[in-house]
């Protein structure tokens, strides 16, 4: 249910950014997800999930619910997962990451 949550939570993302007419992004992303006014060292994590999914901050992302969005995302939920948690990418349950994005969309 954590990773159904992950997914409705980026897809909200997805529709506040968009309908504010900006970027839905991995650098807007993760300042949301992890804002440094919490207390947390965003540019440090946003750091670590560039490096692990090669993808750039900046570089717009498809909607969460759609399968392009399954497969440009999945990689950097389990970025999100390795930070969060301390663990390498090989140890993420990324079946649990899929039966989330089956939870959240109904699919």
């Known amino acids: 249910m954590g990773y159904r949550a992950a997914w409705k939570i ?17 650098y ?8 440094p006014e919490d207390g947390n060292d965003t540019a440090r994590y946003l750091h670590q999930v560039i490096k692990l999914t090669g993808r ?10 759609t399968a392009e969005g399954y497969r440009v995302l999945q990689p950097i939920i389990i970025a ?19 039966q989330g994005n089956q939870l959240a969309f109904e699919r």
């Open 10 to 26: 980026l897809q909200t993302y997805y529709e506040t950014f968009t309908r504010a007419g900006k970027t839905f992004c991995l």
């Open 28 to 35: 807007k992303i993760i300042h949301r997800w992890a804002p």
């Open 80 to 98: 999100m997962t390795c930070v969060e948690c301390g663990i390498k990418p090989e140890e993420v349950p990324v079946e649990a990451i899929l």
């Open 56 to 65: 750039a901050g900046m570089q717009p992302l498809p909607e969460p619910k």
